[in-house]
T-cell receptor, first 113, second 113 residues
Framework: DSGVTQTPKHLITATGQRVTLRCSPR?????VYWYQQSLDQGLQFLIQ???????AKGNILERFSAQQFPDLHSELNLSSLELGDSALYFC????????????FGSGTRLTVV | GENVEQHPSTLSVQEGDSAVIKCTYS??????FPWYKQELGKGPQLIID?????GEKKDQRIAVTLNKTAKHFSLHITETQPEDSAVYFC????????????FGAGTILRVKS
C-alpha cells in the first residue's frame, strides 16, 4: 500500500455521462497530481494542486475539472464522456512543490461504453 | 515545455543479464530525474532518482547515470531477475511552475528465465 488511496478502482459508464474520481494523498503530502494513462499516450499530466490551490495545468480537457478540498483529498470530475476518455487515471502526491518524487495510487480504470 | 524521450520501447533479456534503458530530455534547466516501475494492475512505483548535481547513483542492483551536457540519463539493472519484468518509466522535472514530472513513453522489460 503506497499510502495514496484512489476510489473507485473500476468504473464503467456510458458516453455522455459524468463521473467523479477521488484521491486521498499520503499522510503529510500537500501536493496532488492527476495523470491519465492510455495505451498509446503513456502518462499524461492533467493537473496539480497544492494545499487547495491549482498550481499547474497540463493537457486537461475543458470537460474535465478537479479540486482539492481542505482535508487535502482531491476529486477529478470528467463530464460529457467520450469513448476516447477510457483510460487509467492516476493520482499521485508529494510533500510540496519542491524537488520530490511522487507516490502514486493504484489508479481508477475508466471504461466508457 | 519539457519533453522526454525513452528507448527502447521493449527490451528482452535473459535472467542474470544486464538491462539498460535510456532517456533524453529537452529542458537543460531540469534538475530531478526519477525512474518508476509499473507492474500489471498497479500504479508506478519510484525505484530510484537522481538530482542534477550528481552524476551517478546506485541502489543494490539498480543504478542511474546522468549526463547533463548531453541531456540524457540511463537506468541500469544488473543481474536481472524474473520479478524485474515490468514497465519502466523515466521522468524529468519540469521547471514550469509547480513540480510537474514529464514522463517518457515507457519500456516494457521482459526477463526470460
Amino acid at each position: 500500500d503506497s499510502g495514496v488511496t484512489q476510489t473507485p478502482k473500476h468504473l464503467i459508464t456510458a458516453t455522455g455521462q459524468r463521473v467523479t474520481l477521488r484521491c486521498s494523498p499520503r499522510s503529510g503530502d500537500l501536493s496532488v497530481y492527476w495523470y491519465q494513462q492510455s495505451l498509446d499516450q503513456g502518462l499524461q499530466f492533467l493537473i496539480q494542486y497544492y494545499n487547495g490551490e491549482e498550481r499547474a495545468k497540463g493537457n486537461i480537457l475543458e470537460r474535465f475539472s478537479a479540486q482539492q478540498f481542505p482535508d487535502l483529498h482531491s476529486e477529478l470530475n470528467l463530464s460529457s464522456l467520450e469513448l476516447g476518455d477510457s483510460a487509467l487515471y492516476f493520482c499521485a502526491s508529494s510533500p510540496g512543490t519542491g524537488v520530490y518524487g511522487y507516490t502514486f495510487g493504484s489508479g481508477t480504470r475508466l471504461t466508457v461504453v | 515545455g519539457e519533453n522526454v524521450e525513452q528507448h527502447p520501447s521493449t527490451l528482452s533479456v535473459q535472467e542474470g543479464d544486464s538491462a539498460v534503458i535510456k532517456c533524453t530530455y529537452s529542458d537543460s534547466a531540469s534538475n530531478y530525474f526519477p525512474w518508476y516501475k509499473q507492474e500489471l494492475g498497479k500504479g508506478p512505483q519510484l525505484i530510484i532518482d537522481i538530482r542534477s548535481n550528481v552524476g551517478e547513483k546506485k541502489d543494490q542492483r539498480i543504478a542511474v547515470t546522468l549526463n547533463k551536457t548531453a541531456k540524457h540519463f540511463s537506468l541500469h539493472i544488473t543481474e536481472t531477475q524474473p520479478e524485474d519484468s515490468a514497465v519502466y518509466f523515466c521522468a524529468a522535472r519540469s521547471m514550469e511552475y509547480g513540480n510537474k514530472l514529464v514522463f517518457g513513453a515507457g519500456t516494457i522489460l521482459r526477463v526470460k528465465s
